[in-house]
């Protein structure tokens, strides 16, 4: 990358996205340092890369790209579904694999207008509108399991992996609502000034997925 472009900021989460999304940069990208320093700094600078990475709340993402505190975001599709932000979404990093799916008790009875507890309300809501389902949604912030085990709720809509959380709380899951990947987000002013730099980043993250798709 020429040190005469300017620096790409980019939002991510901590965690198994940025690992992942972190490794696909150095696949993507000659410049981009084997390791750098993380400790517990909310900014870390790459200036061999030309970038910039704001870790943030995964919730979070999308904001600081709608607003333009960052170029780029590195995020999953359940938070672009569920917080609806104005910015582009412009490739699937096909990292981060899993599923938001419907989950319950295995002796759960239909019931009419169930309770259904998850991070997703907006998602949830619109998911059950669409069914022609009437159901109440409880939004909560961490420990969807414990809903339906104490009560709260007949039903859960949250992001499932291999699903052996499910499994040790007594859960069974019922319906897979939609496939998640992470997704490359872009703010649609830094999309338009910055737009050799943003589709020459993507054409090599496709050329490092395109690469894994022939493994």
């Not at 699937?92 to 759960?108: E, F, K, N, T, V």
């Not at 040790?168 to 997704?183: A, F, P, S, V």
Request: hydrophobic residues 40%.
């Amino acid at each position: 990358m020429s040190t005469g472009q300017h620096t790409l900021t980019i939002a991510m989460p901590k965690g198994r996205i940025f690992e992942e999304a972190v490794d696909l940069l150095r696949q993507a990208d000659d410049h981009f340092p084997d390791s750098f320093e993380e400790s517990r700094k909310l900014v870390i600078d790459v200036p061999e890369a030309n970038m910039s990475f704001i870790l943030a709340k995964p919730t979070d993402v999308p904001t600081y790209v709608e607003y333009g505190v960052a170029d780029l975001g590195v995020v999953g599709k359940d938070i672009l579904l569920e917080e609806q932000r104005e910015v582009y979404e412009i490739l699937d990093l096909q990292i981060s694999h899993c599923r938001l799916s419907i989950a319950g008790l295995p002796d759960w009875k239909p019931t009419v207008a169930p309770r259904v507890a998850t991070k997703y309300p907006r998602v949830a809501s619109a998911y059950f509108r669409q069914q022609g389902q009437q159901v109440e949604v409880i939004k909560l912030n961490g420990s969807i399991e414990l809903a339906p085990i104490v009560g709260l709720a007949d039903r859960i809509v949250d992001i499932v992996s291999t699903g052996r959380t499910l499994k040790e709380n007594g859960l069974e899951e019922m319906e897979t609502m939609y496939d998640i990947t992470t997704r490359l987000i872009a703010n649609q002013v830094s999309y338009r000034t910055k737009t050799e730099q943003i589709e020459d980043l993507m054409a090599r993250f496709n050329r490092v997925i395109q690469k894994g798709d022939e493994i």
